[in-house]
């Protein structure tokens, strides 16, 4: 016999902790001893709502009982206190029927969302709105939940859930507090800790971002950077928390302002990469190899070619015009006459546009209008207008970059694309002058993956560009 079939094991009782004995001896004086817990109102509340998913209900139903009894001890009295009363009574007759508020849960890679950190937001926004009497309560629970973060090393699942109250509260966003979650969201890349931080943190940071001044933005690139560094990742969701949170912040700063020109360029990291760092924008190509990634790139991306250009986008100008190009072609060929396509070429021929000082820019921004204007009959016809017109701009220097990317996008990005960068790859090709290429020398290793094709679904087109 094993021990286990004779005595099987009981469930899992949380063991308690010294916070949770305070609040079982404060329970059962907060109502006569109001006034004395409304001085540390900020802490009893961080701690009772930090309790509510501990998996021991003698430890919820004491930090049930607590809560009640110091929010009628401090609503006692007042005007509105009948109407109070039975919206906390009715409140606290739903949180009874279960033996936790909300169930004890982090995020993961197969779960980014989670239903308890609604229901959390929920009841602290109920919290806050009977209490809308106390001045400064949002700002000094904010205060005592990221105190918390930061004192809660060892502890991950009470660092996420204060980040998680810290947002639902919606505090004044100080400098101070934005360095502060910078900090640990760097912490968080330098130490890889559980993913559920890391996510938590950048997500408290964008809240913050969103929240922030223009001017009080733009003064912090160490916010700009950190979201930058999430994408140096190979991980799905800290990638997409890298791309949320740099598409936040670049939309709330002057990018193009000399100020915030001044403050990027001051942190540009020109020394301590391999290889060298020259640019955000490798960093959201990226994205586009990766069907869960791929979306959000595109957006990015899209987003992106409406910025006045910077070293920080790319080094080189006349490359970040291409592989921003190039990086949404296959979009545009696909989805010719759909909105969000049409959305997509304003931005290039904008893009081109502002770019000025060559000819090619123009024409290529011309080219651009014609599609926005349904002046293509077939994808064919604008595939063959556009390689063209790039060619014409940017070979032979850049011929190689093309040939890479193309490459890189049939190796490893979405199957369904295959043929439209097949087609892209022969038109492309049909423009190069052999005697000044450099493909022949150094470039036909770049057609691999075209070679593996020619057995499969699109071997005709594989063939055809071989």
């Known amino acids: 016999w094993e021990l286990i079939e004779i005595i099987p094991p009981a469930a899992y009782r949380e063991p308690f902790s010294r916070s949770h004995f305070a609040m079982g001896l404060l329970a059962n004086v907060a109502v006569e001893q109001g006034e004395e817990c409304a001085q540390y109102l900020p802490l009893i509340l961080h701690y009772v709502f930090l309790a509510g998913d501990r998996r021991n209900e003698i430890i919820t139903s004491n930090a049930l009982l607590l809560l009640q009894n110091v929010l009628l001890s401090l609503i006692v009295g007042r005007g509105d206190y009948h109407r109070t009363l039975g919206q906390l009574t009715s409140r606290m007759k739903i949180l009874r029927q279960n033996s936790s508020f909300w169930v004890y849960e982090d995020i993961t890679h197969e779960k980014t969302t989670l239903e308890s950190s609604k ?21 000094e629970w904010g205060a005592e939940a990221l105190e918390t973060t930061l004192t809660s090393e060892d502890n991950h699942h009470i660092r996420a859930r204060s980040l998680q109250i810290y947002r639902a509260l919606k505090p004044q966003v100080r400098k101070a507090d934005l360095l502060v979650l910078v900090r640990q969201l760097k912490g968080y890349v330098q130490k890889k800790e559980p993913l559920s931080v890391g996510l938590e943190l950048a997500g408290t940071l964008q809240a913050l971002v969103e929240w922030t001044g223009k001017d009080t933005l733009t003064a912090m690139p160490e916010v700009f950077w950190v979201a930058v560094g999430l994408l140096h990742t190979r991980d799905t969701e800290e990638y997409l928390a890298g791309l949320s949170l740099l598409s936040t912040v670049l939309r709330k700063i002057d990018f193009g302002g000399q100020e915030a020109q001044d403050y990027l360029l001051g942190c540009f990291p020109y020394e301590g990469f391999s290889p060298p760092f020259a640019g955000f924008l490798p960093f959201v190509m990226k994205g586009l190899t990766n069907r869960a990634t791929e979306r959000a790139s595109l957006a990015l991306l899209s987003e992106s070619a409406l910025l006045s250009h910077s070293p920080v986008i790319d080094l080189d100008p006349k490359r970040r015009l291409l592989a921003t190009t190039l990086g949404l072609l296959p979009q545009l060929c696909l989805f010719m006459g759909k909105e969000g396509t049409a959305l997509i070429a304003k931005n ?114 594989a063939a055809g560009v071989l």
């Open 119 to 139: 229901k959390m937001r929920e009841f602290v926004e109920f919290v806050v709105e009977i209490l809308h009497f106390r001045d400064g309560l949002t700002e």
């Open 348 to 461: 290039l021929s904008l893009m081109f546009e502002w770019a000025g000082g060559e000819v090619e820019h123009s024409l290529i921004a011309d080219i651009f209008q014609k599609y926005i204007l349904g002046g293509f009959e077939s994808m064919s016809g604008f595939v063959e207008t556009i390689s063209k017109g790039l060619a014409t701009c940017f070979f032979p220097q850049y011929e190689l970059l093309v040939f890479s990317l193309l490459a890189e996008f049939l190796d490893t990005g979405n199957p369904w694309q295959e043929k439209v960068i097949l087609s892209l790859f022969d038109s492309f090709l049909s423009n190069v002058k052999l005697d000044s290429s450099h493909l022949q020398t150094r470039g036909m290793s770049l057609f691999s993956p075209v070679e593996r094709r020619v057995v499969g679904k699109w071997g005709d087109e």
